[in-house]
């Protein structure tokens, strides 16, 4: 199952920030997330759960997908839906935003750990019109963000019942 939705956020804005920080509190680090202990540890409702911002020079998409039997479809896009009004009411905990920002910036450096990929790095922010030394600038903004103002940009920008839902595989139960 794939949940994705629109969103008017670019990639300029203050908020992608705040947006990825919760993004991985919600889904970057696997095992150690709400979404996957909601979906996978205490319910078992999915096999596998994933959550992206891939944001752009005029929009991005904010995509949930999951796998899971066609009769848990529903009972896991209502636990999502819960934990994403969570994200927009309740503060992260100091653990959760620690432990996100260590994924996000472990993952900094191993963008780049290879001659193409500093290479493509260079090029890719050279053509959205980003600052060459962006991931520098990035880690800053990670470590200095705060839980609420990663509750207010949930609150602003993610709609949990806006999401377009796309199947593969049987239809639902």
Request: net charge negative; charged share 25%.
């Amino acid at each position: 199952m794939t949940l994705a939705e629109e969103l008017p956020l670019t990639r300029f804005d203050e908020d992608y920030y705040a947006l990825q920080l919760g993004n991985h509190v919600l889904g970057g680090g696997f095992y150690a997330t709400r979404l996957y202990h909601d979906l996978r540890q205490l319910t078992g409702y999915v096999y596998t759960v994933d959550d992206t911002l891939s944001a752009g020079e005029s929009r991005s998409v904010y995509t949930v997908s999951y796998g899971c039997d066609p009769e848990n479809v529903g009972k896991a896009r209502d636990l999502i839906e819960r934990d994403l009004r969570a994200m927009q009411t309740q503060e992260v905990t100091p653990q959760e935003l620690e432990q996100a920002r260590a994924i996000l910036l472990r993952q900094l450096p191993l963008r780049e750990s290879s001659e193409d990929a500093v290479a493509g790095g260079l090029l890719a922010r050279a053509q959205m019109g980003l600052r060459l030394d962006e991931p520098a600038r990035g880690a800053a903004r990670y470590l200095a963000l705060t839980a609420d103002q990663v509750r207010a940009a949930f609150a602003k920008w993610i709609r949990p019942d806006g999401f377009v839902e796309v199947a593969r595989g049987p239809a639902p139960r």
